[in-house]
């Protein structure tokens, strides 16, 4: 590509500006699509943000306002066309999405409920890939090769809306878990079946043994993947001991877990989930307090961002997909969504409540040890079959041939099921699924288990002070610390304590006292904020010392927040 003229020494500096302003103008004709997709990526953003704001009015997650504001304006005509590349989201979009899902999952409560996860995250998807299979093939006469394509892109359900509503209604906790648990290993069962299936179409031959024997070997060798990667990042993060070198190796670590498996066949998902648990588990004595303070806010804000324009992205695929659609009759198409929908959303109700009572029934002991839940609980959890974003990147993702050079059979087809399934559960099932849990009984069910839960972390807090003072008395005698040292550490830790009694206590006069107290302290902090923001701006504070000053205030009043969150709920 020539570059801009270079001024000679005689020519004018007249025809020098005309002949840079030229190559400027054609540089941009040659680069306006680069400059549109600038424009979009900048505009996405903006979408989101007043999308969201929207959604926090209306109580509404934002998943599906985001989902209908992008088919509303995919449709509109003179839009520019956002495409989604399928690739970009299974390989770019999905890994840092489980991990940051798995990391925050506890592992002591992802053991304990492991088999009902199981039973959703590889039976349940199972079942709905055959049973969305067999309804293709004798109710829209598919084959079953290509059914059984449409099955395992349709069977795993995305858990974000679902969890943002259970979440504000607060229901049991348990229930919270299983669907955070299933939602992290059902896109694995999901896209080794995909590929399954889409081998046997461009290949013509399936043998149920080979693939059975396949899947035990993805399974265990992803577990051990998982692990190393987990073990090897983590202690090399310890080893590095910069917050930023710390927070890059946490983003490398998803790619790592998930892409030399995937190369390999697998599914990737399985060996993302199991380094992001072992991480969890172990990452509270490797990892530094300031990685951890930095990280969290980090990682909250990219899956913020990826999730939103994930969803935003996925409705504005409707401009793409309609433009598929001109070989088959509106009817046709309407009655296949509607089958097809019917199908993937009775068979997860059909599946859970024999997976929840039936293995009691034939266990006893498991019926001892863990007893069977009311029936309410089974069917939340069967209503929260919404799908999302890798049903359509998989969806998108079908070879446009076969290996013998053949059209895909029926690929837009797929694609339009696909969508319409999205549309339908994500829409019609989220914005339903407040209204059900109110009529089930289970709004607020969680509140008590919320109330132990905030009585057991004010006895932890209890017993590390107390645990601290200890120390300072062995430290007071080893040390021959001076006493005014020993009475001021002791003084602000008899202050703590004596704000967790306060805040644990049943007394009605002083949890109310506690309130005023947290009240006042950010009114106190508020000033001293002005302040130091006055000293800053004549000039007797230098802008280092400022921002250490801030960022003790902001940590305390980030404690102070959650604690109101706490109390409000």
């Known amino acids: 590509m020539p570059g801009p003229p270079v001024a000679g020494s005689r020519r004018s500096l007249l025809v020098e500006a005309l002949a840079r302003l030229s190559w400027a103008h054609r540089a941009e004709r040659r680069h306006g699509p680069m400059n549109q997709s600038l424009e979009i990526l900048i505009l996405l953003p903006?979408?989101?943000?007043?999308?969201?704001?929207a959604a926090a009015r209306l109580k509404t997650p934002p998943a599906i306002l985001l989902v209908l504001t992008g088919v509303t304006l995919a449709l509109i005509p003179g839009l520019p066309t956002v495409t989604l590349a399928p690739d970009f989201v299974l390989m770019v979009v999905l890994p840092p999405v489980i991990y940051s899902s798995a990391v925050a999952m506890s592992w002591r409560e992802f053991k304990f409920n492991l088999r009902p996860i199981s039973l959703l995250a590889v039976g349940c998807v199972t079942f709905t890939t055959i049973a969305a299979a067999a309804a293709a093939h004798w109710?829209?006469?598919?084959?079953?090769?290509?059914?059984?394509?449409?099955?395992?892109?349709v069977s795993p359900p995305d858990a974000v809306a679902p969890l943002a509503?259970?979440?504000?209604?607060q229901l049991p906790r348990r229930i919270l878990v299983v669907l955070e648990g299933e939602g992290l290993a059902n896109d694995a069962t999901a896209l080794v079946l995909y590929r399954f299936a889409v081998a046997a179409v461009s290949i013509g031959v399936f043998s149920l043994g080979n693939a059975m024997a396949t899947f035990a070997v993805i399974t265990v060798g992803e577990i051990l993947w998982g692990l190393a990667v987990g073990w090897a990042l983590l202690r090399l993060r310890r080893w590095v001991r910069e917050p930023r070198i710390e927070i890059m190796l946490s983003v490398l670590t998803p790619f790592v877990a998930y892409w030399p498996p995937q190369h390999l066949g697998g599914s990737g998902v399985l060996a993302t989930v199991v380094a992001g648990l072992y991480i969890s588990w172990n990452g509270?004595?490797?990892?530094s307090a300031a990685t951890r303070l930095q990280g969290i806010f980090f990682w909250d804000f990219l899956i913020y961002l990826t999730e939103g324009l994930v969803f935003l992205v996925t409705g504005l695929q409707a401009r793409t997909l309609v433009e598929h659609f001109s070989g088959y009759a509106p009817l046709q198409l309407a009655l296949s969504a509607i089958v097809v929908c019917v199908v993937v959303i009775a068979a997860r109700f059909i599946w859970m409540y024999p997976a929840t009572y039936v293995p009691r029934l034939l266990l006893p002991g498991l019926a001892r040890k863990d007893p069977a839940p009311p029936?309410?609980?089974?069917?939340?959890?069967?209503?929260?079959?919404?799908?999302?974003?890798v049903s359509l990147a998989a969806a998108l993702a079908i070879p446009l041939t076969t290996d013998d050079g053949r059209p895909f059979p029926h690929r837009d087809l797929i694609l339009f099921l696909t969508f319409a399934v999205i549309l339908v559960t994500l829409v019609g099932q989220g914005l339903l699924f407040p209204t059900v849990i109110r009529v089930l009984g289970l709004a607020n069910a969680g509140h008590r288990e919320h109330e132990a839960e905030r009585r057991d972390e004010l006895a932890a807090r209890r017993d590390a002070i107390e645990a601290s003072m200890a120390r300072l008395a062995v430290l007071g005698g080893q040390r021959e610390l001076p006493d005014e040292v020993v009475s001021l550490l002791r003084a602000g830790q008899a202050a703590r304590l004596q704000y967790i009694d306060y805040s644990?206590?049943?007394?009605?006069?002083?949890?109310?006292?506690?309130?005023?107290y947290d009240e006042v302290e950010l009114q106190l902090q508020a000033a001293e904020r002005d302040l130091i923001n006055d000293l800053y701006r004549c000039g007797k504070l230098k802008d280092e010392p400022r921002r250490r000053i801030e960022r003790d205030?902001?940590?305390?009043?980030?404690?102070?927040?959650n604690l109101r969150a706490d109390d409000e709920q």
């Open 504 to 516: 644990s206590s049943d007394s009605g006069a002083r949890r109310r006292l506690v309130v005023l």
């Open 553 to 561: 205030l902001d940590l305390r009043d980030a404690y102070l927040a």
């Open 46 to 53: 903006v979408v989101i943000v007043v999308v969201s704001v």
């Open 165 to 169: 509503i259970a979440r504000r209604m």
């Open 284 to 287: 509270l004595r490797l990892i």
């Open 139 to 153: 109710l829209l006469k598919l084959p079953w090769a290509e059914g059984f394509v449409l099955g395992a892109i």
């Open 375 to 389: 029936w309410q609980w089974p069917f939340a959890i069967a209503f929260t079959g919404i799908r999302g974003i």
